[in-house]
């Protein structure tokens, strides 16, 4: 049962415009967010978190929405660059035994065409 | 400069022999953690370890063992009960076992024919 899913296995979009990716998850125990962007044949690199406390979370070009009613968060990168081009992965923690592992989505392959 | 190094980069072995991944880091860090990646899927984790001398399994621990005899390492051993052992093996670091971004290394792509 894949508790953190991101549907959209691909998207494009032109250089300039926004990226949103999307994630959902289904344990409503989970209330800590993140967000990786991994290049291949590299390890993924931390880009954003969120906390369940809050609903919005920014970094330069980069922000994390979470909206816990509908167990989704989003990624919105403004205005997208070619450099972005890579698989985003989110990851979700925080369960009830109070272990923290992160259990990650399976990843959307971003495309920013110039 | 601070990080996680695996090593090698990538590695070949004969189905039937173990082979140990190397994980270092420099980040004195308590928590280190080990995934393995498949095309198409999410990161799963197969071993954990929140302090020297103590891990935990992970989702898919079965055919693999670990040691954290120092803080900074971290070694997989990928035995020949592991059904499926060819993937992209990542491990990872965090301050500790707790709501805090882990650290990628490079990876490990092994490939066992």
């Known amino acids: 049962d894949q508790q953190v899913k991101q549907n959209s296995p691909s998207l494009s979009v032109q250089e300039g415009r926004i990226s949103i990716l999307n994630c959902d998850y289904t344990?409503?125990?989970?209330?800590?967010f993140l967000w990786y962007k991994k290049y291949p044949a590299e390890g993924p690199t931390f880009l954003i978190s969120i906390s369940s406390i809050k609903d919005k979370n920014e970094d330069g070009r980069f922000t994390v929405f979470l909206n816990k009613s509908a167990k989704h968060l989003s990624l919105h990168i403004v205005p997208s660059q070619p450099g972005d081009s890579a698989v985003y992965f989110c990851?979700?923690?925080?369960?009830?035994?109070?272990?923290?592992?992160?259990?990650f989505g399976t990843g959307t392959r971003l495309k920013v065409l110039a | 400069d601070g990080g996680i190094t695996q090593s090698p980069k990538y590695l070949f072995r004969k189905e039937g022999q173990n082979v140990t991944l190397s994980c270092e880091q420099n980040l004195n860090h308590d928590a280190m953690y080990w995934y393995r990646q498949d095309p198409g899927q999410g990161l799963r984790l197969i071993y954990y370890?929140?302090?020297?001398?103590?891990?935990q399994k992970g989702d898919i621990a079965e055919g693999y063992s670990v040691s954290r005899e120092k803080k900074e390492s971290f070694p997989l051993t990928v035995t020949s009960a592991q059904k499926n052992p060819t993937a992209f093996y990542l491990c990872?670091?965090?301050?500790?076992?707790?709501?805090?971004?882990?650290?990628f290394g490079p990876g490990t792509r092994l490939t066992v024919t």
């Open positions: 370890s929140q302090i020297v001398n103590d891990f």
């Open positions: 990851a979700a923690s925080g369960d009830a035994s109070g272990t923290y592992k992160y259990i």
């Open positions: 344990n409503s125990m989970f209330d800590y």
């Open positions: 990872a670091s965090s301050t500790s076992l707790a709501i805090y971004e882990q650290y």
